[in-house]
């Protein structure tokens, strides 16, 4: 009897563990863009997530159970390839992992700027030239777990793929030659690109930066609709051998442990992540430094 007890406690105590790595709802991986700062910024974003993040909270308020994980990698522009390099081996990883402890719950892969190359690169291999040559995460992992992939503003864009969004008619800087993997993804990954970014479409404008920085203020809703609508396919299909229940009643978690509803700023009437994203691009700007 003891020893049944013993067994049935630690067994308890194993499903806790497990589930408090596991999100009930959708987990979401998100890499920030370039000098995007690595502390949360709280009811914005959690750490390490800048504008992706942003994106992962307003989808965290709408599927509840869901975390969100910032990729831990530097961002920096000086070393560009040394850091998009490491952000890709890094997000990869915790792919991986998150699969092999919670291998029936769903992901979300989400990258701005510099981390869109990073999640280009999870799904579709490295660019390979002076970049990473990578592999990718496994088809068996992306086709079983991976339900949407959102990126914006991403370096290695290619005009007219299937899977593109937003007005961009050019490819961005850094482009991604061979786009054979990808293109096998475009049900579940979408790319934003406006026509005119500096990055994306290899824009030469005076409002090329602008431009590369506005995509918040212009998609958010399109991109959380985007994820919601794939979060609901995939729970509503039947045939998931999950534990994924797409209607969760528990309240929203997320790893940063910030309220996801960004609060009113009381001084200028804009919410925090309003001013937030207004006024830091504005500093880096005038440091010609946002990527
Ligand atoms: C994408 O398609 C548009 C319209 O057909 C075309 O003008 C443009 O040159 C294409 N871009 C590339 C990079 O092929
Ligand atoms: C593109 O990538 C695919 C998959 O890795 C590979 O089979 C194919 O040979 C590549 N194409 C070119 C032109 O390199
Ligand atoms: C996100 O979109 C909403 C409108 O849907 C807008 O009010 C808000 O300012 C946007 N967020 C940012 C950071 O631009
Ligand atoms: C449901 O089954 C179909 C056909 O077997 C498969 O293509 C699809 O990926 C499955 N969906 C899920 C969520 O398992
Ligand atoms: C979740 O439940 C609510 C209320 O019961 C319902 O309106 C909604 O459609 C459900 N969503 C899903 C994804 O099942």
Redesign the pocket.
Same mark, same amino acid.
């Given at each position: 009897m003891r020893g049944f007890l013993a067994a049935v406690s630690l067994l308890a105590t194993a499903t806790a563990a497990k589930s408090s790595i596991c999100a009930d709802g959708l987990y979401m991986i998100a890499a920030r863009g370039s000098l995007e700062p690595a502390q949360a910024k709280p009811g914005v974003f959690p750490a390490y997530s800048g504008s992706a993040g942003y994106v992962a909270e307003l989808i965290a308020d709408k599927i509840a159970g869901s975390k969100i994980a910032g990729v831990k990698y530097p961002a920096t522009m000086t070393n560009y390839v040394k850091s998009e390099g490491d952000g890709a081996a890094t997000m990869l990883q915790m792919a991986k992992e998150y699969h092999a402890s919670c291998p029936t719950s769903k992901m979300t892969l989400i990258g701005y700027s510099q981390g869109a190359q990073i999640v280009s690169d999870v799904l579709c291999g490295g660019v390979g030239g002076s970049f990473n040559h990578d592999a990718p995460l496994s088809p068996e992992i992306v086709?079983e777990n991976v339900i949407a992939a959102v990126l914006f503003g991403d370096p290695t864009h290619i005009a007219n793929t299937s899977y593109d969004r937003g007005t961009s008619m050019h490819d961005g800087i850094f482009t991604r030659s061979n786009t054979t993997v990808c293109q096998q993804y475009d049900n579940i990954m979408a790319s934003w690109c406006d026509k005119g970014d500096k990055y994306c479409d290899s824009g030469k404008g005076q409002d090329a930066l602008m431009i590369h920085e506005s995509y918040l203020g212009i998609y958010n809703s399109t991109m959380v609709d985007y994820v919601v609508g794939k979060w609901q396919k $995939?729970t509503t299909?039947g045939? $998931?051998t999950g534990s994924s229940t797409g209607n969760s009643t528990g309240s929203p978690t997320s790893s940063s442990g910030s309220t996801p509803t960004p609060s009113t700023d009381m001084a200028s009437g804009l919410s925090s992540a309003q001013s937030f994203f207004l006024i830091w691009p504005m500093l880096l700007l005038s440091c010609g430094l946002l990527f």
């Open positions: 086709k $995939s299909t045939n $998931s």
